[in-house]
């Protein structure tokens, strides 16, 4: 990670995947080492995911899965192409970050934003049965409930309400 850290390159994660497995490391090794750097080349990363590769559709607030899929990636009959399972690796990410990165760390906002963003983009989503589709604007793509990104955004919206981040549903 230090590698990482120290290194001039910022364009390591692609997928949205990469967020969750990476960014909540970054975050720990900068408080554990008192050292925002790990803060700041996290936020360089996140950034060229969020913006550079474009993966973060700020109007729909969700994010594409990785940028293969070239965004906006559409499904076979229009719609855009949101996986559920990398969105809630996404917002799982911003939750555990934010349970780790001090208070007053400059990116805290941004993430805090985002956040809320994705949590009431989502929450727009879920189906009448509690579950979210596997393409979550698409109930015709690959049909049916999805387990692993409903389990991250109901662990993500629990925690953003219990740590008052979110308004209770």
Not at 68 to 88: E, I, K, M, V
Not at 106 to 132: C, N, S, V
């Amino acid at each position: 990670i230090s590698n990482m850290v120290y290194s001039e390159k910022s364009d390591d994660w692609w997928w949205v995947d990469a967020l969750y497995m990476a960014m909540p490391v970054f975050a720990r090794l900068g408080v554990l080492n008192n050292d925002t750097a790990y803060f700041n080349r996290m936020y360089e990363i996140y950034t060229n995911n969020k913006v550079t590769r474009g993966l973060y559709n700020t109007t729909e607030n969700l994010w594409y899965r990785d940028e293969a899929f070239d965004p906006p990636y559409l499904t076979p009959s229009g719609q855009d192409c949101y996986w559920a399972r990398g969105n809630g690796w996404v917002i799982a990410a911003h939750a555990r970050v934010l349970q780790i990165l001090p208070s007053n760390e400059k990116h805290r906002a941004e993430y805090i934003e985002t956040f809320q963003k994705m949590a009431y983009a989502l929450k727009d989503r879920q189906r009448t049965d509690g579950f979210w589709n596997v393409s979550l604007d698409d109930s015709t793509n690959f049909g049916g409930s999805e387990t692993s990104g409903t389990s991250f955004f109901t662990y993500s919206i629990a925690w953003g309400i219990n740590n008052h981040f979110l308004d209770s549903w």
